[in-house]
């Protein structure tokens, strides 16, 4: 496959660069409007007087420092540009401001990049970035807050089927048996791990995303993925417990390693099973 030429490069670098912006907007907000949705539902089931809190959604209201509360000017919150001027710091008052922003940013560039680079400039790219898009947010999402949104799971559990469905056909039985045993897997350590010791190993949000990643890569590829993801949460965690004391017997989310696995998977693709199974002796 020819390289692409230049200017699709940068049209790639440049859209990562604002999705992983607007990425930022969606991991920081959507925790809360969650939240606030729970707390309305709650007290409607508990027959309690309505709730006006101040409108808040993706869209509004306008991007602000966290700590003085001070609208952030346009050029100030140009992707990566914007916190690179400022040195990562708020320009009212001087609070630093979480590098989380042009990291999420870097991270959506480069996952444009190796979609155009792995795919080309094709509507399977589109789809691959999109899933990795997805996994991204999640994965800080989850970070953050412990939390899987079902209204980011389930949809890329949809879309992974559709991706077969389109570019697969053959494989759509295998993916909707990924979606199935990728499920079933963790609901199953979750109970055995709870029947074991009383208590909750990891959260709902993990079935349904490792479900998810099932359907994008078919069921052949969930142990690779459980591996990657498994050693990597065991290597960061007993890090975590040694240098860090405020850890200790704190539960760790599960989710951004069930991503990095993915993004793993779902672009490296059939070379890293090849090597699955030749260390495997299969």
């Known amino acids: 496959m020819h390289s692409p030429p230049l200017i699709f490069w940068l049209i790639a670098l440049l859209l990562g660069l604002c999705i992983g912006s607007f990425l930022n907007v969606v991991i920081t907000r959507l925790p809360v409007m969650l939240m606030q949705q729970?707390?309305?539902?709650a007290r409607a089931a508990l027959e309690l007087p309505e709730e006006t809190p101040p409108r808040f959604n993706i869209a509004f209201p306008a991007s602000m420092c966290p700590a003085c509360r001070a609208p952030i000017k346009w050029h100030d919150n140009l992707p990566l540009i914007g916190w690179l001027k400022r040195r990562g710091r708020c320009a009212s008052c001087q609070t630093h401001i979480s590098p989380q922003y042009p990291l999420v940013e870097l991270f959506g560039a480069a996952i444009s990049l190796a979609s155009l680079a792995l795919f080309g400039v094709t509507l399977e790219a589109l789809f691959i970035a999109g899933a990795c898009y997805a996994l991204l947010a999640m994965a800080v999402i989850d970070l953050r807050t412990q939390l899987l949104p079902d209204i980011l799971t389930l949809p890329l559990l949809w879309a992974g089927l559709t991706y077969q469905l389109l570019f697969q056909p053959l494989m759509l039985p295998s993916a909707v048996m990924g979606a199935i045993a990728g499920y079933l897997a963790l609901?199953?350590?979750y109970w055995l791990f709870k029947l074991v010791t009383g208590r909750e190993g990891m959260g709902y949000g993990d079935f349904k995303l490792l479900a998810a990643l099932g359907a994008?890569?078919?069921?052949?590829?969930?142990?690779l993925v459980l591996i990657i993801a498994a050693g990597l949460g065991a290597i960061v965690g007993i890090a975590l417990q040694l240098s860090v004391k405020d850890k200790r017997g704190v539960p760790m989310a599960f989710g951004p390693f069930l991503a990095l696995a993915g993004w793993v998977a779902l672009l490296g693709g059939d070379g890293?099973?090849?090597l699955y199974l030749q260390a495997s002796g299969l």
């Open 216 to 223: 994008w890569l078919g069921w052949q590829f969930l142990p």
């Open 38 to 41: 729970w707390r309305a539902e």
């Open 272 to 274: 890293l099973m090849a």
């Open 187 to 189: 609901w199953s350590v």
